[in-house]
C-alpha cells in the first residue's frame, strides 16, 4: 500500500485547513484508514482513524474541531481541521492497515506515507 498526503502549511491560529491522503496499492486489503500526527519532539500520537465501518475515533485534543471523511470508492481519506491552535503543530501522518486473518489468528500491518507538515502560527 502507498500513501501520498498532501494540504499542509503555514495557517495562522483559527484557521481552517484540509489535509488529503490517496491509497494505491493492495487497497483492497485496507481495513482502517485515517490520520497521526508527531510534534517536534514528542511522539506519534492518534489524530482520526476510521476503523472498518465503525464511526471515526477521534483524539480529545481535537474533538469537535477535526473531521475526518473515508471515501472508499475513491481510496481517500481527509482531514477537515479548524480552530486550529499552535498546538496542532506538527508532521502529519496518512495510515492505512492491512488486516492479515489466518487460522492462528490475525496481524495488522500499518503503512504510513511520508507526512505533510501543517505549522499554525500564534
Known amino acids: 500500500v502507498q500513501l501520498v498526503e498532501s494540504g499542509g502549511g503555514l495557517v495562522q491560529s483559527g484557521g481552517s485547513l484540509t489535509l488529503s491522503c490517496a491509497a494505491s496499492?493492495?487497497?483492497?486489503?485496507?481495513?482502517?484508514m485515517g490520520w497521526y500526527r508527531q510534534a517536534p519532539g514528542s511522539e506519534r500520537e492518534m489524530v482520526a482513524p476510521?476503523?472498518?465501518?465503525?464511526?471515526?475515533d477521534y483524539a480529545g485534543s481535537v474533538w469537535g474541531r477535526f473531521t475526518v471523511s473515508r471515501d472508499n470508492s475513491k481510496n481517500t481519506v481527509d482531514l477537515q481541521m479548524n480552530s486550529l491552535k499552535p498546538e496542532d503543530t506538527a508532521v502529519y501522518y496518512c495510515?492505512?492497515?492491512?488486516?492479515?486473518?489466518?487460522?492462528?489468528?490475525?496481524?495488522?500491518?500499518?503503512?504510513w506515507g511520508k507526512g505533510t507538515l501543517v505549522t499554525v502560527s500564534s
Open positions: 496499492g493492495r487497497i483492497q486489503d485496507i481495513y482502517s
Open positions: 495510515n492505512a492497515v492491512v488486516r492479515v486473518t489466518t487460522i492462528e489468528g490475525s496481524t495488522d500491518l500499518n503503512y
Open positions: 476510521v476503523r472498518g465501518s465503525s464511526s471515526p
